[in-house]
């Protein structure tokens, strides 16, 4: 499925076209991949709708791909043919700058994003540079597997900036794919550490209670205690400020989030230091994600397990499901099948 131009998915319910590409062959350090599953992310919608516009058309979305390696080129020396691996946001990065030989690849000025920048999944076959590439453990089937990519990666890389302790209380300001991956991940690594989920909706709230959260309210809510860490994965700004509020003294924010609106930027102007930054409170974005990041995570998805919720769709049914996204029509991570 190919998206030839950036449109607006209120007016043009089928963004994307079903296209014939060629098989695309390896170069000398790259892998074939024949695609079994990719995932649906929000990301697509800001692909499509011009927010992080790709830079040439058309291109083949998807950064949540997991395949089987059908060819390699000459110098690829650690994957075999046969072996289902997956691939992530992080389609490359130069390898040179100070971000990339001190593991930040994800802040280097050529990072490449997979599905945007380079073709990536909404297909059955793809080709990656072998590093960008990651076995998966045989604890996951292909479909729980892909949503880890994304969600999952990010929501780790998100806990790691926050420097949460155990014992330390987090909290979750919006509770989508990302943040309920997080909140099982906090659950297993600081057993001691109480989380205090922050959703709009009555069914998300009950969601984070059952997955055991300690407390759940709405966005507008004071939760019971201060809180020392906070990751926030809305796309707006309001929750922002009410999340610097309710930081405990010394407290770090994390923002999660690829952009925010800017229709809502009024908010900022009710942004008080005494309030909101005094006392040595702390904020920082993430950005993409590092291949370390996805490593490790993937293992710490098989020791917890983290089984993501699943719904799945045929290829061709890929505006669908990205319709659905966009009206939130969510049963768990969509998954489309090739
Ligand atoms: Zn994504
Ligand atoms: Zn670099």
């Known amino acids: 499925m190919i998206l030839n131009k950036i449109c607006d998915l209120t007016t043009n319910r089928q963004p994307l076209t079903l296209a014939e590409l060629p098989v695309p062959s390896p170069s000398p350090n790259e892998i074939l991949i024949k695609i079994r599953v990719c995932g649906v992310c929000h990301t697509e919608l800001d692909e499509i709708e011009g927010r992080t516009p790709p830079p040439h058309l058309p291109v083949v979305l998807g950064h949540q791909v997991i395949g089987v390696i059908a060819d390699i080129g000459a110098q690829v020396t650690r994957l075999n043919i046969g072996d289902r691996v997956g691939v992530a946001w992080i389609f490359s990065a130069c390898g040179q700058c100070d971000y990339c030989l001190t593991h930040r690849e994800n802040l280097c000025p050529d990072f490449k994003a997979t599905g945007r920048d380079v073709h990536g999944g909404y297909a059955e076959y793809m080709t990656v540079p072998e590093p960008y590439a990651y076995p998966i453990p045989s604890t996951f089937s292909d479909e729980e597997a892909a949503p880890l ?10 806990l790691q900036l926050s420097l949460l302790q155990n014992g330390q209380t987090l ?87 690829i952009r925010k609106e800017e229709t809502d930027q009024s908010y900022l102007t009710n942004l008080q230091y005494p309030e909101h930054l005094w006392l040595e409170k702390e904020v920082k974005s993430v950005a993409n994600i590092t291949r370390r990041d996805v490593k490790e995570f993937l293992l710490l998805a098989a020791q917890i397990p983290l ?32």
């Open 149 to 158: 990519l994304c969600a999952g990666a990010i929501g780790y890389r998100s």
């Open 171 to 257: 909290g979750l300001t919006g509770f989508g794919a990302s943040a309920h991956l997080v909140l099982q991940m906090a659950r297993y690594q600081f057993p001691q550490s109480k989380i205090f989920v922050f959703a709009r909706s009555k069914q998300e709230q009950d969601f984070a209670l059952q997955l055991g959260a300690s407390w759940a309210g709405d966005t507008d809510e004071d939760p019971p205690e201060g809180l020392d860490c906070i990751i926030d994965t809305t796309p707006v700004w309001k929750p922002v400020l009410k999340a610097l509020k309710n930081l405990k003294p010394g407290g770090r924010l994390v923002i999660n989030a």
């Open 307 to 338: 089984k993501p919720e699943v719904q799945t769709y045929p290829l061709p049914h890929a505006n669908q499901a990205l319709m659905e996204m966009k009206e939130r029509k969510i049963r768990g991570a969509k998954v489309l099948v090739m």
